[in-house]
DNA sequence: GCCCTTATGTGAACTAAATAACAATTGTTT
DNA sequence: AAACAATTGTTATTTAGTTCACATAAGGGC
C-alpha cells in the first residue's frame, strides 16, 4: 500500500472524482481533460492534475485521461469492489431520511444494521433494515464485523454511545450531533454539523457575500 | 464592519464557540480558560486564543475569559438578534428530517418556507412549516426576504433550481445535492455532501485507520 | 514523416492555517 | 506588598495546500 503521504485535502476529493468519473462513463464519454473535470467539479485544474500526479502518471500528455481506465484506478483505491457494512444508531428524523437513502446505489457502503431505544421501532424493519435494540449494539456490530457507524442520537447521549461503539470495535464514526466525541486513537471521527453549515453561510452571507466556502 | 480580514477556518468555528459557551452559562460557569475550551471542542488551545484575538483582546491574562462577555460578544457577531428565514426547496427523506429539526431552538435561523413538486405534500403544512409549489418559488423568496436556501431535491433538477434561486435573489444556498453547482459570484454555496463524507471516512480506516479528521 | 496543437506532470512560488513558545499581565495567596 | 501561579496575546516557526508557469510528450492532420 504505497497511499501513504497522500495529502488529507486530495483524499477528501478522491470519491468525487470517482463518481464524476461514472456519469462520465455512463454518458460514453472516453477520455476528459483536467480543464473540463475542473468545470465539473469546481476545484482548479492544477488541483486536479497535482491529486492525480501522487497516484502515477495517469494521463496522456496533449490528450488527457481515458475515462474507463482512471475509474478503474479509483475505484480500486477507494475499495468499491468490497462492500462495506455500517451501523446506524438512533433512528430520528435524521436516522430515518439516512435509512430511506440507500448509500448503497451510490456507494460501496450500505447500512445492514440500526440501533434505537424507542420500542416502537425496536425489532421492525425500516428501508429494509432491522432495528435492534440497544442492547443488542455490541453483539451485532460484532457478529456483522460492522466498523463503521453513523451516529444520529440526541446530544447528550452521544458519548456515551461513542464509547460503546468504540468498544464494540468500531473505527470510524461519522458523527451528526453537535457535540466533539472523545474517542481512542484508533477511532476516527467525521463530524457533519448540520447547524454550524447553516450558521457559517449566514455569516458569511451577513459580513461579506458571494463567492464558494 | 471590521471583521474582513478573519480567516475562513476562523469563521468556521465561530458558531462552535458559541454554541459552547452558551452550555456553559446555562450551566452558571462564569470563566473558562482556552485550554478549558480546548478539551471540550477539540481545536488547540492556541487556535483557540488566535481566533479570538481577531476580535481584540477579549480575556484576561493569568484568568481566562468571561463567559457572559465573550459569548454576547459572539452572540452579536453572529446575528443572534436578527432571525434569519430560510427556504427549503424539496421535501423528500433529508428536506423532511430539516424541518423537523426546528433550527430555530440552536440558532438564529427558521425554515418558514418550503417547496415542492409533489402533489401530495403541496399546501400542505409539514412540521409547521407551508410547503408550496415551485410556481410560487420567486414571490414568496420576493415576499418572505429570503436570502438563503436549503437545497435537498435530486441531483438531475439541482442546477435548474439553483439558476431560479439565484435569480430570485437568494444569496446563499445549503446544497446537499451531489452536484457542483454553477451560481453568480454574489451567491454563497455551501455544499453538504454525505455520501462523500461517508466515503472519505472508509477511505481513512480501510487505508490507515485512526485520528480526527 | 513533420509540424502543430493540446494538455500533462511538476518545480517553484505563494497563500492559508496550525502550532510552538514565551514575555507580558493579571489575580491570588501569604 | 511581594512572590507566585496562571493564562493570555502575539511573534516566530512549521506544516499543509493551492496555484502558476512551462518544459515535455503525445496525438492528429496534412
Ligand atoms: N435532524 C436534523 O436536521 C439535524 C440537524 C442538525 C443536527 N442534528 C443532530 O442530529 C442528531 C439527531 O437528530 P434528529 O433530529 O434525528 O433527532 P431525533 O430526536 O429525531 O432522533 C433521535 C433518535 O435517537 C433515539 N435515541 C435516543 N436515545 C438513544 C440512545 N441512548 N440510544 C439509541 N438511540 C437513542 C431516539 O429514540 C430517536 O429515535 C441530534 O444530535 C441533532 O442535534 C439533526
Ligand atoms: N437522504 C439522504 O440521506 C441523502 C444522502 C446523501 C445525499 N443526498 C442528496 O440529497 C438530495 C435529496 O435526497 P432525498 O433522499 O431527500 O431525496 P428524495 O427523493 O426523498 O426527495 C427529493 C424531493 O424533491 C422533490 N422534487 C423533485 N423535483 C423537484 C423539483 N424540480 N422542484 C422541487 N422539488 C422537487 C421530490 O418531490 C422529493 O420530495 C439528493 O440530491 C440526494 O442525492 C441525500
Known sequence: MAEHDIPRATAKRLPIYYRYLKLLLDAGTTRVSSNELSDAVKFDAATIRRDFSYFGALGKRGYGYDVKALMTFFGEILNQDTLASVALVGVGNLGQALLNFNFHQSSNARISAAFDINEDIVNTIQAGVPVYS??????????????????TVPAPVAQDLANRLAKAGVHGILNFTPLRLDVPSDVRVQ???????????????????????
Open 191 to 213: 463530524n457533519v454539523d448540520l447547524t454550524n453549515e447553516l450558521q457559517t453561510l449566514l455569516y458569511f452571507i451577513n459580513n461579506f457575500g458571494g463567492a464558494e466556502a
Open 134 to 151: 440497544l442492547d443488542d449494539l455490541e453483539k451485532q456490530i460484532s457478529d456483522q464485523r460492522i466498523d463503521v457507524a453513523i451516529l
